[in-house]
């Protein structure tokens, strides 16, 4: 069985690709410091799949503990590097601690993947790195333009670090997968998404405006050059997501890529704005939202959506999961964190 390490595996795309790769034959062991996840999403892993995981809470911003991993673990066939920042606008905040939890993370970790030659590397990119696209869909070879937002530069920076490294070590064979907008949750809502603290994504924000957590939502901007004036975003389900890093993690396994590195668009290849996401919302689950319009958010693209054939075609995944099964999913999952909070509660004051 072959071992693969997965950074940010306590987190929503990391906890889901676990699941994922277990199901699919593969062993695992997690490199996670905690600083925006939780260990309750493990436990979800392991009710689903009935196999406990090993998470080292290690930051990978220190090269000493990240070295310590490998020298205990020296027979690591791939892996697939989740661990980062990722909130746009939090990104244009605070640009110093992104360039620096990202871009430093990213290269401890290559040098271990050097030195410890492992095989098959995985990176998390994004739709963030076209900036905004001159025509959508977007392509594979769709030029990048300047990004929007310091999280985008950091995953532009990210895939030409990569593509220099690789171009270093031709044996250690490199994919890099762009995804779109990663939303919902497993369909058992064992896991999903857990913001650690107020969401900034819209989908999350959606859920905890219509559980009650959050007020409303705020729309930032509706005076786009789009159909109904928000911006236009492709939704991902978690799920397919996460069964598309087992696919280029076998295709990789079978020596199956060409360019090194290769770059595949993970997006469902439709578009959507931030309104009709908000009344698709309503209609699958019955739930009205309370929405205001606020004004355009920095660093925020006007619109974008994947041309996904290339995965279709090379990788054989096919997304199986559409719009209204990301929002029930994610909605399943909101109630499910209620349920749990409520649990919790009546443990503390005695009641069960
Ligand atoms: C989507 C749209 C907001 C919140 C995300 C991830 C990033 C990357 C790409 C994977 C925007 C609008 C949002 C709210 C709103 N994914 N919105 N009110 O910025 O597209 O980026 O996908 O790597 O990691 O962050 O996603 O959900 O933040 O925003 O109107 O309260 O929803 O303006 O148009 P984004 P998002």
Redesign the pocket.
């Known amino acids: 069985m072959k071992k693969i390490l997965v950074t940010g595996g306590c987190g929503y795309i990391g906890s889901h690709t676990i699941v994922d790769l277990i199901q699919n034959g593969f062993e695992i062991i997690s490199i996670d410091n905690n600083s925006r996840s939780s260990t309750l999403l493990l436990e979800g892993i392991e009710k689903i799949t009935g196999k406990k995981i090993k998470n080292y809470k290690v930051d990978l911003c220190d090269f000493n503990d990240t070295h310590a991993v490998f020298e205990e673990n020296d027979d690591i066939a791939g892996i697939i590097h989740f661990a980062a920042f990722?909130?746009?606008g939090e990104s244009v905040q605070k640009p110093l601690m992104y360039f620096e939890n990202n871009l430093l993370s990213l290269i401890n970790l290559l040098k271990c993947v050097e030195l410890f030659k492992v095989p098959h590397f995985v990176f998390s990119s994004?739709?963030?790195v076209y900036g905004n696209p001159d025509n959508i869909p977007v392509t594979e070879e769709t030029p990048t333009k300047p990004a929007e937002s310091p999280y985008g530069y950091t995953k532009q920076m990210g895939e030409q670090i990569i593509g220099e490294f690789a171009k270093a070590n031709k044996h250690i064979r490199c994919i890099l997968l762009r995804?779109f907008?990663?939303a919902g949750a497993h369909p058992s809502a064992l896991i999903g998404e857990l913001p650690i603290d107020k969401p900034?994504?819209?989908v999350p924000?959606i859920t905890q405006s219509a559980i009650g957590k959050l007020p409303g939502?705020?729309?930032?901007g509706d005076q786009y050059p789009t159909r109904d004036g928000s911006?236009v975003?492709d939704f991902i389900h978690v799920c397919d997501l996460a069964h598309a890093h087992t696919l280029a993690l076998q295709y990789l396994i079978h020596n199956g890529n060409t360019a090194n590195p290769e770059i595949f668009n993970l997006g469902t290849g439709s578009g959507i704005t931030?309104l009709e996401t908000i009344h698709t919302f309503e209609k699958v689950t019955g739930v009205k939202l309370h929405y205001t319009i606020g004004p355009n958010?920095p660093g925020?693209v006007v619109a974008i959506y994947a041309n996904n054939d290339k995965a279709k075609k090379i990788l054989g995944w096919d997304p199986v999961y559409k719009l209204d099964d990301i929002m029930s999913t994610a909605w399943k999952w909101e109630q499910k964190l209620k349920d749990d909070e409520k649990l919790f509660t009546g443990k503390n004051i005695g009641l069960n």
């Open positions: 990722k909130a746009v994004s739709c963030t995804y907008n990663p900034q994504n819209l924000v939502i705020t729309v930032f911006c975003r931030v958010r925020d």
